[in-house]
């Protein structure tokens, strides 16, 4: 079974027995006070089904971000594939319920996620949409190497288009050089 796992986390895909503490997650409205609104059960059980079927179908898609001790559920995060001003791209996302916000989670299973997803698509650029008022979003994106590339309408919203190239040979890792533009 695939699975990512950092000091403090493991990142699995979606499992049935998860949609209780998703739902928890999806369906505070701190959680996501930058969605339209706080997902209900059959909302979560149909984000957690596409995520399902995406890693089934191609191995991509969010996963649940567990603790390491204990196997809690906190959030979910990984790559899904977004058109995004006509251009094909892979988006990075994560989810953290509040109770587990600030302690550095999401940016940890993100990270592994990046190099994941660099490693196993061949993909040379990822990016994330952010709107510009999620500023915690925003930081978790800069911990992990992305810098703000463009705007782009997305969800019809402008969203903050951050991005980050695949370090390769002789490249570091997010630097603002790498990101390629438009």
């Known amino acids: ?3 990512l796992e950092t000091d403090r986390l493991v990142v699995r895909p979606f499992e049935p027995g998860d949609l209780e503490r998703m739902a928890e997650v999806l369906g505070d409205p701190a959680s996501m006070r930058f969605y339209p609104h706080p997902f209900s059960l059959e909302e979560t059980r149909a984000w957690i089904g596409r995520n399902r079927v995406r890693f089934e179908q191609t191995g991509l898609g969010l996963w649940a971000i567990t603790l390491r001790e204990g196997g809690e559920v906190v959030g979910d995060c990984g790559a899904v ?6 251009i094909d791209e892979l988006e ?3 989810h953290l319920h509040p109770a587990h916000q600030g302690r550095g989670y999401a940016t940890e299973a993100t990270a592994a996620w990046r190099d ?4 196993a698509t061949g993909r040379t650029r990822l990016i994330s949409l952010i709107l510009e008022a999620n500023v915690p979003s925003r930081r978790v994106a800069e911990r992990i190497g992305m810098t703000a590339w463009k705007t782009a309408v997305f969800a019809g919203r402008p969203h903050l288009v951050y991005a980050i190239r695949s370090p390769g040979p002789g490249r570091s890792r997010g630097a603002t050089q790498d990101v390629e533009r438009p």
């Open 1 to 3: 079974m695939a699975r």
């Open 81 to 86: 594939p977004q058109l995004i001003d006509g």
């Open 92 to 94: 990075l996302g994560w």
């Open 116 to 119: 994941h997803a660099f490693a």
